[in-house]
């Protein structure tokens, strides 16, 4: 199979790198509209030959749309444009974002439509550009594939043949569902590491000392707080509505536990937190 | 050295696994007010022997004082009154408690102040109790001692030495200062991932599929949720004044990015996200 990589960060990369491993692509070409990122795409050995978005489409069975959401939205559109110009009726597009709601509108009315499947590997670090890009990104972590009903029957099933290659274990779910879902475990997250950092280190303009003291517990809360503006200004945009209906339901929730410490409250404290430790049935 | 525990959790223990190891300790003995953990920890060989309070005080030349915050407070104060009542002048007493305002007043004026350390490792998980105790857990790791000047340099020499086997650098602070900062680079995080797991489990009641999406992201901002109500319930209560208003900080923080958001105000957003990016500063 020809694989062409529109995007060559963390998630293409790591897709590169593990599709051709695996035996899953004969070939790889890509393109980066950073051309830094491309030559290095290029060097580390990610792709096998750097490309224009025209070659890309033209020498790909399947092209794998990987930049941030609000590009994506062209990209894939544009994709979808060169396939019913040309008649290439085999060929499949589809996306990565972390965002399916503007994609599927832009996209709901193509010809060619049936051969866009929309997709999320939900994997990922707070890392980016091709140097981020590592085997075994995805394995046994799960993969959205969003109105799938949209999709050829023909289309999807090598999509999820492609993840099925990756390890990752696929769902199904629609796409203003995913929207929601994903703006209470991912998106929020994010919201919540960004405001923890900055409120840190506001107070690191007076007390420069305060790092000392920076615990584990910290850098976990905020290792999200990484996270690149290029990838998540858009999502935040994108998905504008979920995210501040989800972030207003935190807010309550940090001032409900915080009024509880400010009266001592210590039944109050402590039933919140034993509602909190029921995390332990989600993550490990 | 002979050494004493009382408490013999995740702190206590792993205290325990390192300081034989490294020969810091010929002999460890210890309690725990619930005899379960206390006949794990023999079992697991955490301490030689399991004593009562009396006769930890009695066999030790160092007292580790590692329950939660409001228990602490009693015993160190029963541990100097002892101390006194025998007139042993050599015993220290030292506690490894997150906050240390409260403590601080308990023993301002006690006649064997000078036996006293008080002393904060930065160093933990999410889990408790001797079966989470690991060696190695301090290595690297930053020990505040605060108000040192208020105990005798030979019981501070002692203590230091005791955090040098530990592999642990040590920092000075005030008790206030101490509060302060641990209410910003630990106390806050720990709010916010209690909060962000409950709102997300308040979603769950309605949709219990949402857990499928529970990507990295989320569990390492809520990781700190599974800490238990017993240690962080008294942390909350005795440092309620600087919880509180750097909770209203941060609180005003996430307000900031939620309106930029709902204003889909892409310039707002992408400067909030550079200015936390800043954090990677602090941590890896």
Partial sequence: MNIGIIGLGLIGGSMAIDLRRRGFADRIVGMDADKVNAAAALKIGLVDEVVSEDECVEKSDIIIVAVPVNVAVKVVCRVLDRFQKEGWTDKIV??????????AQATMYHACRKQYVATHPMAGTEYSGPWAAMPNLFDSKVCIIADQQESSPKALATVEKLYDALNMRVGFMSVS??????????????????????????????????FDLASSGFSSTARLAKSNADMWTPIFIQNKDNIVRVTDAFIQSVQELRDAIDNMDETAIRAFIDEANRIKRIIK
Same sequence: chains 1, 2.
């Fill in 94 to 103: 589809m996306d990565v974002c972390s965002t399916k709601e503007q994609i």
């Fill in 177 to 210: 569902a995913h929207d929601v879902h994903t703006a209470y475990v991912s998106h929020l997250s994010h919201v919540v590491s960004f405001a923890l950092a900055n409120t840190v280190l506001d107070k690191e303009k007076d007390e420069k000392h305060i």
